[in-house]
């Protein structure tokens, strides 16, 4: 599986963006995609998790009420949107696959990832 991350970009404090991951190579039936985030100096963090049907979702405390992770399975794409933005969520975004059904939220956990996007808000 290749996963293509797009969408990120630069935007001011209190904006909106949506980040975009697509699937190629071969199908994520039954896969949880998840978002990452690794910001200038810090660690690859986890940011949000789906499951393969979406009936499960999960969120870092930090992204509560302000980012909403979903999924298009006939397009094989799992989108990041990202409301109220602050500062402090630059980081470049990585989405990431794993095999298993179950949501994870270490990084070691995903199998698979893309290649990132950057986001920048500015103050």
């Known amino acids: 599986v290749q996963l293509q991350a797009s969408g990120g970009g630069l935007v001011q404090a209190g904006g909106s963006l949506r980040v975009s991951c697509a699937a190629s190579?071969?199908?994520?039936?039954?896969?949880?995609m998840g978002w990452f985030r690794q910001g200038p100096g810090k660690e690859r963090e986890f940011v949000a998790a789906?499951?393969?049907?979406?009936?499960?979702?999960r969120y870092a405390d930090s992204v509560k009420g302000r980012f909403t992770i979903s999924r298009d399975n006939a397009k094989d794409t799992v989108y990041l949107q990202m409301n109220s933005l602050k500062p402090e969520d630059t980081a470049v975004y990585y989405c990431?696959?794993?095999?298993?059904?179950?949501?994870?939220?270490?990084?070691?956990?995903?199998?698979?990832w893309g290649q990132g996007t950057e986001v920048t808000v500015s103050s």
């Open positions: 190579g071969r199908t994520f039936i039954g896969y949880t």
């Open positions: 990431a696959g794993r095999t298993y059904s179950s949501i994870a939220t270490r990084v070691d956990s995903y199998d698979y």
């Open positions: 789906i499951t393969w049907s979406g009936s499960f979702t």
